[in-house]
């Protein structure tokens, strides 16, 4: 019997012993959007920078692409995009779901741990919805939507890759033609009427928001509020009801993706306007989320990770430097969809009580596809050679080791159109002209024309940076280190081949 005692006893701290994870994943955050990344920010931002505060932030972190749709795709595989050779961002019933069916995810992979596991939120990695017919609806647009047979499950659902539970969206909450919640793989409340644009609010970040379907339980202020309750509910159900077994959660919001339409109770109270509103909002979330944890007495053993899909979003950035002296993509050239670092360059922090050293900061290049090999390290898994091949375990500079290489030996980025380029220490090669995104012809005041920089090297294919002695991205050296350009093309065609990084 007590041979049996002491068995429950060492099975019980060693279930207590694996570790909670909570991802939090924002939407078009900047690098220049958070008072702990930007000392000029505009907007308080205290609970992030409280969390920076308890754990490492990471300045060299990346998001795999420079928008949102590959980005999750990465994410949630560890694995570069682009090597699907699919590239859309998809919008209403956009599909089918990028993620093959037989690759293993983040959550999978944590289910063979024992975890239970939730995303409530933006999925946004592809769906497949159908009509009377039982045809998969290809039309992305309104069509689309009033094609759909609500009786039918949806297909591609979170729940079909790792998730439990799921409560959210198909794709941007409130930017799509599809404005209903999906519980599971069912839309409970369908849309009854075609969204009414004129009672909008108006203002420079409210025009992201297309004429599509509409759910009556669907409120365009309340939707990051809903997914919070969801995912409160999700912890303390957790806890509760199983006390000792891991959870991860992914809590992916639609803050702060344009339109920008904080809840009442955060409207004016940035000072930096309905986006400035909108950030602050989305920081308060993270408090309370943070709160939710420490009240339930599970801090201690909980991962918390915090990033972002991508950088800010045009009309954004133009406005809130316009009129607010906030700039979300500060001090890096771009924005959102950009090959240039603030494209890309993103926040990352990470708490991890006991093991990441509070206030900890951290220059190694990461990118977030690293969050699979981390996990699975955190949680005692190996997995396979054809999973997470582009993910690089982050454990020893989360535990302040000093390496003598660094964690990854480059780092790719993609755009949407899947154009690619390559980092290797403080170099970097764009495998294209221009930003790969953006248009910078235009020249209006809602253009990213007015903030063109002229290629240094115009007649060259390529662009080529070194980012320790021009961090701006202002001189292109392309003609003039043909060695370090036939390096990373080597390099970058070599990852292609072999399908990972390596």
Known sequence: MRFLAALVVFFQVAVAATPNIVFILADDLGYGDLACYNRTSKIPTPNLDKLASEGMRFTD??????????????????????????SRVFSGVGGPCLIEKDRLTL?????????????FGKWHVGMSFFDKEGKRIGDMGLRGVQQIDYSKPVGGSPVEFGFDEFYGTACCPTTDWLYAYIDGNRIPVPPTKQIDKSALPKHPYANDCR?????PNFNLEEVDLVFLEKSKAFLKARVKESPGKPFFLMHSMQAVH?????????????????HGDFIYQMDWIVGDLMKTIDDLGVAENTIVMFGSDNGPEVPSVIAMRRDHGHDGARPWRGVKRDQWEGGHRTPFIV???GVVKPGSTSDEIVSLTDVFATCAKAVGVRFPDSAGEDSFDLSPVLKGEKNEKPIRPYLLQQTFAMKLSIRWGDWKYIDHKGSGGNNYEKKNEWSMGQYAIPDTDPDVPGQLYNLKTDPGETINLY????????????????????GRTD
């Open 61 to 86: 972190a990346h998001s795999p692409a420079t928008v949102c749709t590959p980005t999750r795709y990465s994410l949630l595989t560890g694995r570069m995009c682009f090597r699907t050779s699919r």
């Open 107 to 119: 959550p999978a992979m944590l289910k063979t741990k024992g975890y239970s596991t939730a995303l």
């Open 211 to 215: 004429p599509g379907m509409i759910a």
């Open 258 to 274: 344009l339109p920008s339409f904080p809840a009442k109770q955060f409207q004016g109270k940035s000072g930096s306007g309905p």
């Open 351 to 353: 708490r991890w009580p």
């Open 479 to 498: 003609s003039k280190h043909p060695e370090v350009v036939t390096k990373l093309k080597t390099l970058l065609e070599k990852s292609k081949k072999s």
